[in-house]
């Protein structure tokens, strides 16, 4: 496989690198901070470290934060009392009672800006949902990968299992590689990946 030592039937398809479970690197462990290290220790030690079920019980903590935000009370409560002090106003300013008038002006900008706080906290309630979503997507889609290398990596040790017990029990060379090549053609397919997930 192309940046690989191996082909794809013996191992080039398991991740390597950062993707593999098994990665570990010291390089920066010499440039860290000393304050960073304890944290950067036990992140490298962290069989979890690629899961999302952290940063998911983030969001939900922080949403549920917001929706403590939100107004209990209905928004046409809040356009029913901007209506009437906004009478209140005009009745007042006609009459000529500016402190007055003043007064319910400055009520109906509190009550605009507490409709604006409403909205902005709905707003991020649901750009907070979006990246739920999002998280929980990627990771269930990480759960299945592992899933896939695991019965992956499976079906290789049956493999090898079945080419060994033929290599003990079949002394034709061209029987053996013929055996070897229908096992392989048949089990582990780049175009067929169904018969691995599916076992």
């Known amino acids: 496989m192309r940046g690989k030592e191996v082909c794809r039937k013996h ?11 098994h990665w570990k690197h010291g390089r920066y462990q010499k440039v860290l901070p000393t304050r960073y290290l304890t944290n950067y220790k036990q992140a490298m030690q962290d069989e979890e470290l690629l899961s999302l079920k952290s940063e998911l019980a983030v969001v939900q903590a922080r949403m549920m934060e917001l929706f403590g935000r939100v107004d209990k009370g209905d928004s046409g409560i809040l356009f029913k009392r901007l209506q009437d002090e906004r009478k209140a106003f005009d009745l007042k300013n006609k009459a000529g009672k500016i402190e007055e008038a003043s007064e319910h002006l400055n009520e109906i900008m509190r009550l605009i800006q507490q409709g604006y706080a409403d909205w902005a906290t709905w707003d991020e309630i649901h750009k ?35 080419t060994g017990l033929i290599r003990e029990y079949v002394s034709d060379r061209d029987e053996i590689a013929a055996i070897s090549a229908a096992i392989a053609d048949r089990v582990i397919q780049e175009d067929n990946p169904g018969i691995i997930s599916n076992s």
């Open 11 to 21: 191992g080039g398809k398991t991740p390597s690198g950062i993707a593999s479970p």
């Open 128 to 162: 907070t949902m979006q990246l739920e979503m999002r998280l929980i997507d990627a990771e269930r889609k990480r759960l299945i990968e592992m899933q896939q290398m695991v019965k992956s990596e499976d079906v290789m040790n049956f493999v090898s299992f079945i």
